[in-house]
């Protein structure tokens, strides 16, 4: 194990350094043995002498999977005993999804993934042979995107449902009996939403979205989202979501989309190549068997 400690951010937020970590090749630091726990400990303890108290985020969560709490990368549980009296938040849909600590504290504690907080330690790890680098170069922290405050209380999401943000989302699986190509993942998104919600294929418009889209789906392989590609007047294809809502945000993974011998139309998320990150879009034939995310914002 390898750990990058850099000058602490201002404030930032548990996606603003997950992404920090992931631009140097590394991810926030997992802690799955005792002995790796001690190691971080007594750096961790150092490390709060020189720049004083920093929250630390540590890469676990239990985001899109609720009181599932899981290591990001090794993707191995997390055990009870390291919480803090009071921590993790046990309620269903509650938003401390992401798992962090004090430097001068041993005891983990749950918190919110995209509220930025202040003072927070820039420690990485890196799988390869133990060492510690110091870096001299002060980093600033990414602006993702802010967190939208709702105008009124938002409902809660409906049994089944997943809520981040201000939307809830269900990961259906592609069924053997229904087609499961890209128009009847759209069409059985639409069917189920209730009366009163109008769920559509999901629809990604931040990076935060899409971090955590990327948790909610782990380990299920590529998904349907309702990007597609359509023919504008002046005969320009463009981009959009089925929901109507703007296309600003994208994540394409290397390479795509290259429209496939001129058949490629739709988006898809997990996109698998070797080299790339599965937060990463393709552009797909609609084709595809591919399960899918369903969405409906609350309001
Ligand atoms: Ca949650
Ligand atoms: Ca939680
Ligand atoms: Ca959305
Ligand atoms: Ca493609």
């Known amino acids: 194990m390898c750990i990058k400690l850099g000058s602490p951010f201002k404030s930032a937020s548990w996606f603003n350094l997950e992404i920090e970590c992931d631009a140097i090749g590394g991810y926030l630091p997992e802690l799955t043995t005792v002995n790796q726990n001690d190691l971080f400990h007594n750096l961790l303890l150092s490390y709060h002498e020189r720049v004083g108290l920093t929250t630390v985020y540590l890469g676990g969560s239990d985001l899109g999977n609720e009181n599932n709490w899981m290591w990001n990368i090794h993707n191995t549980p997390i055990g009870d005993d390291n919480w803090a009296v009071g921590s993790p938040d046990e309620n269903l849909n509650n938003d401390k999804d992401c798992l962090a600590l004090k430097s001068n504290e041993s005891l983990w504690f749950d918190t919110s993934c995209v509220e930025k907080q202040r003072k927070i330690a820039f420690i990485c790890m890196k799988a390869s042979e133990y060492q510690t680098t110091e870096s001299t170069t002060t980093p600033t922290p990414t602006t993702v995107l802010s967190t939208t405050t709702p105008t009124q209380p938002p409902v809660e999401c409906a049994l089944g449902w997943t809520k981040f943000m201000d939307s809830c989302y269900k990961l259906e699986k592609a069924n053997w009996y229904e087609n499961a190509n890209w128009y009847s993942a759209k069409t059985t998104c639409e069917r189920v939403g209730s009366e009163n919600v109008a769920a559509h294929l999901v629809s990604v418009q931040t990076a935060y979205e899409n971090m955590f889209l990327a948790h909610f789906s782990a380990g299920t392989g590529p998904y349907w989202t309702g990007g597609y590609k359509y023919q504008a ?22 390479s795509q989309p290259d429209n496939y011998y001129e058949l490629e139309y739709f988006v898809s998320g997990n996109y698998e190549t070797h080299d790339s990150k599965t937060l990463d879009w393709g552009d797909v034939q609609y084709t595809h068997f591919y399960n899918f995310i369903c969405e409906y914002e609350l309001f």
């Open 233 to 254: 007047e002046n005969h320009e294809w463009l981009w959009q979501w089925t929901d109507g809502s703007a296309w600003n945000y994208t994540n394409w993974a290397f």
